[in-house]
Every structure is written in C-alpha cells, then in structure tokens.
C-alpha cells in the first residue's frame, strides 16, 4: 500500500512538472509572438508616416500645378480674346491717339505686355493657404 501511495506521488510530481515544462513553452512561444507582432507593427507604423508623408508632398505639388494650370487657362483665354479682336478688326485698331505720342504708347504697351507674358509663372503650396 506504501509502496503504491510513493509511486502515485511520484508520477503526480512528474505529471506535474510537465505541465509546467508545458506551460512555461506556451509562455514563451506567446512571449516571441508579442515580440514579433510589436516589430510588425513598429514596421507598419514607420511605413504609414513615410506613405502620408509622401501624400502630403504629392498634395502640395498638386495644389500648385492646379494653381499654375489656373493660371495658364486665364492667360490661353486672355490670348484667344486678344487674337479674336485682331480677327475681327482685321489687325487694325482704331486709337484716338494720333501722331508719334501714340506709337510710342502702342509700342510701350505692347512690350509690357510681351515682357509679362514671358514672366515664368511662380506659385507655391504657401499660397494656397491664405
């Protein structure tokens, strides 16, 4: 009966350190998952602030093509009015100026004007936020 009584404590004693060699794996195995899975994640993290990032500066870019794209229709539309004028007076403008004041005056005008014209168009994201 003694002998019986030691061996069931014995394999009670092995039972139970097997389970907690099984517990103890579980652990870590659950332990290098949580490790794994914070890398992940910190991986993630890093690649969604490079991606909003870039967004952000492709969305400023945007904004000023848009506004330079703005700008060149207004200048296109300005171009069309004055070709559609010189059309319909057949490039003769009638001017109530007269004599060599009012040559110079076309003349000045005209190259202002030209000299705008050929001015590169400057816009940029800051001023698109006032």
């Known amino acids: 009966?003694?002998?019986?009584?030691?061996?069931?404590m014995l394999s009670n004693r092995e039972s139970a350190r097997r389970s907690r060699?099984?517990?103890?794996?579980?652990?870590?195995?659950?332990?290098?998952q949580v490790n794994q899975l914070k890398k992940e994640n910190s991986e993630i993290?890093?690649?969604?602030?490079?991606?909003t990032q870039h967004y952000l500066t492709v969305e400023a870019e945007n904004s000023v093509l848009r506004a330079q794209l703005d700008e060149l229709s207004h200048?296109?539309?300005s171009l069309n009015d004055i070709?559609?004028?010189l059309d319909n007076t057949n490039g003769v403008c009638s001017?109530?100026?007269?004599?060599?004041?009012?040559d110079d005056f076309?003349?000045?005008?005209?190259?202002?004007?030209?000299?705008?014209m050929n001015q590169p168009l400057m816009a940029s994201s800051d001023a698109l936020l006032y």
């Open 1 to 8: 009966m003694e002998q019986r009584k030691r061996k069931r």
């Open 21 to 32: 060699k099984k517990k103890q794996k579980l652990l870590d195995d659950l332990t290098a």
């Open 45 to 51: 993290v890093t690649s969604v602030s490079i991606t």
């Open 75 to 77: 200048r296109l539309e």
């Open 83 to 85: 070709i559609g004028f």
């Open 95 to 102: 001017n109530t100026l007269s004599g060599p004041e009012s």
């Open 106 to 116: 076309l003349a000045s005008q005209f190259n202002m004007n030209m000299f705008y």
